[in-house]
């Protein structure tokens, strides 16, 4: 049981580069989420989903796109990487999933630092 | 609006005293609380939540924190701070519909002397 795990670890992009972080959970939870993490920020949702299929924009979603085709993964996009995306990003999910644990709670993975230059 | 209000943005603690981390938060429903440990390079753990029940909780690691409801707070405490317990810490809070992403306040990062 891996829990939550994301793709890669690390990434340097170039203004304008594309990529796409993965997240994929083994807990079969409903909800998944992606968080950016800045110094004196705290934690803001850019994106969200309730089940497969289906997405919802968070707090920061401008920049970023996501897709959740597999309810084990929930993939986030950024189609031309700037500077101000530089950040670490956190995806997480919640239950109720095998262990029927309850949907408030979240669990996280280790995170990708991505930089922009 | 809704937020977390960490005011200590820096605390740092003796190794063996006391801990108090400070969490206010402003929330229009029911709040669930939650507080997560962040080590350095890692990601977020979770210490313990509160959702309804005794106010006081208790978590791992040797933490606990009280809810009280009047001030709008949910502080975190340990009696004995060991320097493994050095990391950001982050007060959260969430509702009880499914699938409510967590608000999360800035974070209070913990130093611990010798």
């Known amino acids: 049981n891996a829990g939550v795990t994301q793709t890669p670890k690390f990434r340097v992009l170039k203004t304008g580069q594309s990529m796409t972080l993965l997240c994929a959970q083994d807990m079969n939870h409903e909800y998944m989420y992606w968080y950016r993490q800045d110094p004196g920020m705290g934690l803001r949702l850019i994106h969200y989903s309730v089940g497969e299929g289906t997405t919802a924009k968070g707090e920061v979603p401008d920049g970023y796109n996501v897709s959740r085709l597999k309810k084990q993964n929930f993939l986030l996009g950024l189609e031309s990487a700037a500077p101000s995306q530089t950040s670490v990003y956190f995806c997480?999910?919640?239950?109720?999933?095998?262990?029927?644990?309850?949907?408030?709670?979240?669990?996280f993975g280790p995170g990708t630092r991505l930089t922009v230059l | 609006a809704q937020s977390v209000t960490q005011p200590d943005i820096h605390i740092t603690v003796s190794e063996g005293a006391s801990l108090e981390l400070r969490c206010n938060y402003s929330y229009g429903a029911t709040p669930y609380l939650f507080w997560y440990v962040q080590s350095p390079g890692q990601g977020l753990q979770l210490l313990l939540k509160y959702f309804s029940g005794d106010t006081l909780v208790q978590g791992i690691k040797g933490f606990e924190a009280e809810f009280k409801r009047s001030q709008s707070s949910f502080n975190l405490r340990k009696p004995s701070v060991h320097w493994s317990d050095a990391a950001e810490y982050f007060c959260a809070v969430g509702a009880s519909q499914a699938g409510t992403a967590l608000i999360f306040g800035k974070g209070t990062t913990l130093s611990v002397s010798s």
């Open positions: 997480a999910s919640a239950g109720p999933g095998l262990a029927k644990t309850r949907t408030d709670t979240q669990y």
